[in-house]
């Protein structure tokens, strides 16, 4: 819609080297600023699902090691996989929320993959999580130079958690779910975009759902 095309012609910032880096067949491509990340990076991605195109991407790009989150048993089935044994990546079988415990998500829909964080109350099976600080302090990170949030309903309440405890997130790649997710809203993008553009995030890239920022805070 015309007034959509509008806000994020307002809110897009540009001038930055830019790169795509997944497979594009299954639409897990994320566009990202190379510049920002190199061997040593700290990346968190949250949510697996079929394919980590993206994740293999970063490592033969950069050398970094990459955290993966999916406690789904989609997720798990993937991180099985022969090819996905790499010594760079490390698999944790939880997801990625607000506050560390468990949280209920929904099983895919006839013909999907995805499990996801259903607002309308069809959510009922249970998964552990863990806040991003927790997941943080385990390792001893201070900060995160690359975060990756394809989490399916769960990224507006982490967005928020971040934000309210300052974690410092160079990169954030999101995928704003609404109209896929039941229960979830074109104004909680909205809002989270707003928010991050108040705390000093930029948005760079926007490709159907999935949102890169680049923090301006320097660390």
Known sequence: MLRFKVFYGLLMSRGYELATLGDQSYGVQWTICPKLLNANSVVYSGGV????????ALVQRFGCKVVLCDPSPTGIKTMALPQNQLPQFQFLPVGLAARSGSIKMAS?????????????????????????????????????????LDIEGC????????????????????DFDYGYVRGVRRSQAIRAMLKLRANGYRLVSHEAANHTFISEAIF
Request: proline share 4%; glycine share 8%.
């Open 49 to 56: 699902g079929e394919d980590i195109s993206f994740e293999h």
């Open 108 to 148: 895919p829909k006839p013909g999907d993959f995805s499990w996801s964080a259903q607002a309308d109350g069809t959510a009922t099976t249970e998964f552990p999580c863990m806040d991003v600080v927790s997941l943080m302090g385990e390792n001893g990170y201070k900060h995160i130079d690359l975060l990756k």
């Open 155 to 174: 990224e507006y309440e982490i967005i928020d958690d971040i934000l309210e405890r300052k974690v410092k997130v160079r990169q954030l790649c999101a």
